[in-house]
């Protein structure tokens, strides 16, 4: 009788963790259409998931010249890669307020330190990641009184 109890107990908790991982991952499709760039990295930190978006604004050509997103035209771009992060709170809401930072240090040890500005739902930075290796990227993000830290790597080809 023992036995029979405790297969009950696993399978109905193993149905409700299935069930719930359905309806988490359903929660977190948030207008992807919308996004500025492509998606480079995700990341869950204490129930919150960080979602980032990489763009080279130098592909942005229009008639041979770069494109004036954002103000960035320019013969060469001092910081051509716009990076978003995009939040969503552990209910599976997008986080639109809060103060978000990056750290990005380049395999050639020059250290980038930019505070996110607020724009399409989620936070963007522009920065220089032209020399080809790997970024250590760390992310802080304060949002009210949770404080968020993340980090990880990207290589540039």
């Known amino acids: 009788m023992k036995k029979l109890m405790t297969s009950i107990i696993t399978l109905t908790a193993a149905a409700l ?3 719930g991982s359905a309806f988490a991952m ?3 499709d948030m207008k992807s259409s919308d996004r500025i760039g492509d998606l480079f990295h995700e990341s869950m ?3 919150y998931m960080l979602s980032y978006y990489l763009m ?3 592909d942005q050509k229009k008639d041979g010249k770069a494109s ?3 103000g960035h035209a320019a013969k060469e771009m ?5 990076i978003m992060v995009y939040i969503m709170d552990k209910n599976h809401k997008p986080v639109l307020k809060g103060k978000v930072g990056f750290l990005i240090k380049g395999a050639d040890g020059k250290t980038q330190k930019i505070m996110g500005m607020y724009m399409s739902e989620g936070f963007g930075i522009t920065a220089d990641m032209k020399k ?4 250590a990227i760390t992310t802080k993000a304060v949002l009210g009184d949770v404080k968020l830290m993340d980090k990880f790597t990207h290589e540039m080809k």
């Open 17 to 19: 963790i299935l069930t």
């Open 132 to 135: 080809k290796g790997e970024y």
């Open 45 to 47: 930190v204490d129930g």
């Open 26 to 28: 359903e929660g977190h």
């Open 68 to 70: 004036d997103h954002s």
């Open 78 to 82: 001092d910081k051509p890669h716009h």
């Open 56 to 58: 080279d604004m130098r």
